[in-house]
């Protein structure tokens, strides 16, 4: 387990290298000087030296990166392009109890919705509950998350005008309310980018719930339960479901994958001030560390999650062992 | 963008299809094929011949296919026969009488006809600056069937080329692809799509603006966003084609050729490449819809194709701020969007079945 362990943190050592020195090198080899952007129109050539030489701009590339990845391990993500003299990391301490917000709902409501709606589909395969149900998780699968998205706003929007404009429910359609709080202005703009944010994992989870449900009914122990004049529940959620989670965890990492990709569209489209709409924003100002920042937060993420799922693998499945 | 992902992982993990997938039943019209002592004989059918067989009994597959022809048709030819419909009026603005040929084309504005619902002057109404909501779908048509193509000949060409070789010869060629791929995989793709588009944007419609219909009306970033989406792409084809390479070299085919002093070069070419068509033709279809849906990601984002040019993505961005005075124009983009994904997901679904009966549960 340890030298499992310790071969996968090479693995992510790997990835965080090659991650930060993609968007290193893209921003070292960007058009436009970040300097002269920053200092307007009217500046001598000593503020340009001056100014350049905080950035640590006038130094090699080689050195400029090497310093930066120094920096990342006591999490000192520099100094932005765009709002002079403000830490990187104070401009993304806004934006990722937010996005964390968002991840963990979505990531709930993928498990607590998705995975009863495969059960629901395994135990009655083949009626047309099942065929309804997975007919619609189709549908929900593939549309992309932005149409989704478009179609909840014009969907809220619709429905303040049938309930009277003005003196209607009055349901906002885009912000986020404050993180972590849940009065009910908070909810009501939560709700709806919470739902969509999870509809994707959700189709995702009950499909796969499903197929793995269906395989486990079938198997011989399952019968002896029966045979034995088990109650259902006690074959369904004690013989059958604990068996069907194994593969249902080992996916976590691609509904996680799931989740960094929605958080884009989400945060654009709903206009929440996460790390998402944050990184889209300084990729529209150029602003080269905030977005060196948070690629390496989500990459690191993602490796993160696939980590976890990895090791959860072992735990839940015992005659697994890690290579 | 993961759905390509998970795929990945499926085959990964050991879903691998047999190299020469044989149907699980013969119908009448596959067995004519098996020589009938004394009865007539007719050529044997290939199985790419069933595996088509196969793809043609499956109605959603086939409706979907023939919608999608029928959408590429619009996007094709629909522009020069719409500039040729309808008559021409008078702008009260300017006192001059505009034909359909100006109307009726995808960039220009008509302050005096703002966000119409549909007529006979304009099929399906117009936005918020005028423009023909028709003509502007078609082209966005246009620019997925673009990017679509350009993106699946980078994936396939690039995909089969590397997965070939790092499953053939194995050593640091696979090695240089099993880090790609793991970095690709940690590297959320649409990250890497946000980057490079917004970044190096601006330098590409400098650069590409002299190609003549690429580089106008805000359409140079297409080509970016294309390398972009297709450097995300390939990674998951060569995995997949390594994978079943790595199948093929096995099989006794292969050693007989090798027996009999055939060069590796021609095994390649030969035996090995022919028999990964069904594989790959189940992951283009696939990568086809996911690189349309990122193309109009990206341009619901702002970063894909400029305004005055036209994408799917770029008409939902445009119509979200009058969702409340006129949804139409908001739903348009999505229904045409949700069309086309959906067909796409049941030809996938088709040509899996078809071409890997054994995918079937």
Known sequence: MVQFLVKRFIGLLFVVIGVTFITFIMGLNAPGDPVTILLGQHFNQAQYVALKHVYGLDLPWYTQYWNYLRNLFTFNFGLSYEYKNRAVVDILAGGLPITLELGMWGLLLTFVIGIPLGILSALKANTWIDTTNMTVMLVLYAIPVFIMAVLAQVFLVWLDKVTGGQNGIMWPVSGWGSAWQYGLTDIQFKLAPVIVFALGGVAYYARLTRTTMLEVLRQDYVRTARAKGLRERVVVYRHALRNAMIPLITVIGIAIGFLVTGAFFIENIFNIPGIANITVTSVFNRDYPVIQATTVLLAVAVVLANLLSDILYTIVDPRIKVE | ?361
């Open chain 2, 1 to 361: 963008m993961d759905i390509r992902k998970d795929q990945g992982r499926e085959y990964a993990q050991g879903a691998m299809m047999s190299p020469n997938p044989e149907p699980e039943m013969i119908t009448m019209d596959e067995a004519v094929g098996i020589p009938m002592p004394g009865g007539p004989t007719k050529r044997p059918v290939s199985p790419l011949q069933e595996s088509l067989g196969r793809l043609r009994r499956d109605t959603r597959a086939m409706i979907s296919i023939g919608v999608l022809a029928f959408l590429v048709l619009v996007a094709l030819i629909g522009p020069s026969i719409y500039t040729h419909i309808g008559a021409p009026f008078v702008s009260s603005v300017t006192n001059q009488s505009i034909g359909p040929q100006d109307y009726h084309g995808y960039t220009h504005e008509e302050l005096e006809n703002q966000d119409q619902g549909p007529s006979a002057m304009y099929w399906l109404g117009t936005d918020n600056l005028g423009r023909d909501e028709l003509a502007r779908l078609m082209q966005g048509l246009l620019v997925s069937l673009f990017v679509a193509v350009f993106v699946e000949i980078f994936d396939i060409t690039l995909g089969l080329l590397v997965g070939v070789l790092a499953g053939y010869y194995g050593g640091i060629i696979d090695q240089f692809l099993a880090r790609f791929t793991d970095l690709m995989l940690a590297f959320p793709g649409l990250l890497l799509i946000i980057l490079v588009a917004g970044i190096f944007g601006p330098s590409a419609d400098t650069a590409f603006a002299h190609i003549p219909i690429l580089g106008a009306n805000g359409n140079a970033r297409l080509l970016l966003v294309g390398i972009v989406i297709a450097v995300t792409a390939w990674p998951l084809m060569a995995r997949v084609v390594r994978g079943q390479t790595l199948q093929l070299k096995e099989q006794q085919f292969v050693e007989a050729a090798r027996t009999s002093g055939t060069t590796n070069t021609r095994i390649i070419m030969r035996h090995i490449i022919p028999n990964l068509f069904s594989v790959v033709i189940i992951v283009a279809t696939l990568d086809i819809s996911v690189t349309i849906i990122s193309e109009a990601g990206i341009s619901v984002l702002g970063l894909g194709v400029q305004p005055p040019g036209s994408s799917i993505g770029l008409m939902i961005s445009e119509a979200q701020n009058y969702i409340s005075t006129h949804p139409w124009e908001e739903l348009l983009p999505c229904i045409a969007l949700i069309i086309i994904v959906l067909c796409f997901s049941f030809i996938g679904d088709g040509v899996r079945d078809a071409f890997d009966p054994r995918s079937k549960d």
